[in-house]
Each structure stands twice: as C-alpha cells, then as structure tokens.
C-alpha cells in the first residue's frame, strides 16, 4: 500500500531532550515535506527537501533540524525542544516539487513537550 | 505574498442538503488550488485541486469545487451533504512562480446533521 508513515504517533516530552519523528514514504517520491498543525492557524511548512541531500527551509524552521540521506526516509530533529513547540506534526511527500502536485500526507505526530 | 482565507470556521448542514466551503485566495501569479479533508484523528487526504482548464473541478467522494478567477474563489461544493462528510476541510494554494510552499486555510469543519 503507498502510504506515508511517522513514528511515533504520540509523544510527551521535557523541555531540551532530544527527539527525532521520523518520516517514510514507499512511492518514490522526490519531494518530501514537513508542517506543524495548530488550533486557527492552519498547516505552517516547516522544512521541505527537493530530493536526497537537498533541504531548504519553509516558513517556521527555528528550532529544527532535518535531513535527506535516502529518499524514502526524511526525519524531523528538534535537538532542545520547548513547550512551543508542541504540536500536531504532519510529513508529507510528493511526485516531484512541481506546484500542481498533490501531496500525500502521513498520520501525524502529536507531541507534548512539557 | 501567498494567502488563503476560509472565511467560516464551521459549516453546517442537514444530510440530504448541498454544501459549500468557502475559500478565496491571493498570489502573485497563476494559482494551482487545491482541497484536502482531515477526519479525525487522520491525516489529510487529497480532494481534489485546480491546475487549468475547466473551472469546475471534480474529485473523490463526490465533491467538486468551482474557480473563479475574478473573485479570486476556489469554493468546495458537494449537492448531496452526508453525515460521513463531517470532517475538517483544508483549502490550499500554491503560486507557480513562487516556490514550492502549499499555503493552506485556516480550516472549516463540517458537521453534517442527520
């Protein structure tokens, strides 16, 4: 089945521990994407990759990190997490980074940190 | 800069009924829109989107969504409301000539009465 996973899907958390959601598609896609989900705002980018070993930010980056090793896996890192960031998080691929491209979207992750 | 507005943040309508979830959009220059819904505790799946071409779009689950360019509108429509509809739907723009960013809505939830 083409699906895209996360892992894990809950997590809670302490202020400045380390974590990483990490992110997988079977498709094949080139284009992988991260967003954060928060009550009246909608779905905010927050890092995309055009394809293996090509990362750019999108609009609310600060306090993250990611990679593109493979092009199946695009983990997200947030090396000292603040209660800010807790959130609802959605990977999400793609074909290719073209603009008409609908995108496929995982689970979610639901992070608390407290 | 790249916005979308949804106007109403909830909709309701009795099963049986027509639907409409209102959306309107700014870019610079040629938008591809598109609808995706999020049931709960999912993820979003892929409705349908605006590329070119006809303005009245169709796409899963019987929905369909008209373009309108000098209202800057891209409203989601289905004539028979079902209660299964109930969900929370995402109206999103993308701007050809300004990246890869999907700028999504706010969201309006759906509540179908039975």
């Known amino acids: 089945e083409a699906q895209v996973t996360q892992n894990p899907r809950y997590l809670i958390t302490v202020t400045g521990k380390k974590l990483t959601v990490t992110c997988s598609q079977n498709m094949n896609h080139e284009y992988m994407s991260w967003y954060r989900q928060d009550p009246g705002l909608g779905l905010r980018q927050i890092y995309y990759s055009m394809n293996v070993e090509v990362t750019d930010k999108g609009d609310v980056p600060e306090g993250y990190k990611v990679s593109r090793k493979e092009k199946r896996n695009f983990p997200l890192i947030l090396e000292s997490p603040s209660p800010n960031q807790t959130s609802l998080y959605f990977c999400a691929s793609s074909v290719q980074a073209s603009s008409y491209n609908e995108q496929f979207f995982g689970p979610g992750t639901r992070l608390t940190v407290l | 800069a790249q916005s979308v507005a949804q106007p109403e943040d909830q909709v309701n309508v009795a099963e049986g009924n027509p639907l409409t979830v209102k959306c309107t959009y700014s870019v610079s220059g040629n938008p591809y829109l598109f609808w995706y819904v999020q049931y709960p505790n999912r993820g979003l799946q892929f409705l349908l989107k605006?590329?070119?071409?006809?303005?009245l779009v169709k796409g899963s689950y019987g929905f369909e969504a008209e373009f309108n360019k000098s209202q800057t509108s891209f409203h989601l429509k289905k004539p028979s409301a079902l209660v299964s509809d109930s969900a929370l739907y995402f109206c999103a723009v993308r701007d050809f000539q300004a990246g890869t960013a999907l700028i999504f809505g706010k969201g309006t939830t759906l509540s179908v009465s039975s």
């Open positions: 605006y590329i070119t071409g006809d303005n």
